[in-house]
């Protein structure tokens, strides 16, 4: 059990790696012109906190050996994902135009990103949830 719990700790740190370096590299918003951004901008910034707090969260969570402590982590990592997702369109608006990057890339990349996330992390916290009860 504790290998599995092991390579979910990593994947999950994988993860939320991807979220904050694809924000950053991959799917990233529509770049600002003469210092002048748009609110995608903005959306992208947060989705990079965001990222960057899942990261070391699940950087520690690998490293402690509290199994309370593990599902406190992933339950809030949980709760993270999902406010990274909701960030592009939802908490933040992003560009007037369909066709530009932020609608086009940056949107479905972190959803795709944090959606996988989410199910990694609510797995692991159900599993801790629920096996914490019985012993």
Known sequence: MKKINLFLGIAELLVAAALTLGSLFVFNACPGEDGK???????????????SVLVLALLIRVFIPSRDI???????S?????????????????????????????KPGVIAVSAVLAVLTGIDSAVGIFKGRKG
């Open 78 to 106: 949980f709760l993270l994902s999902i406010a990274a997702a909701l960030i592009p369109g939802v908490f933040i608006n992003l560009c007037m135009m369909d066709t530009m990057r932020c609608h086009s890339a940056f």
């Open 37 to 51: 951004y748009m609110a995608c901008h903005w959306a992208q910034n947060a989705v990079v906190l965001i990222g």
């Open 70 to 76: 593990k599902t406190g982590i992933t339950l809030t």
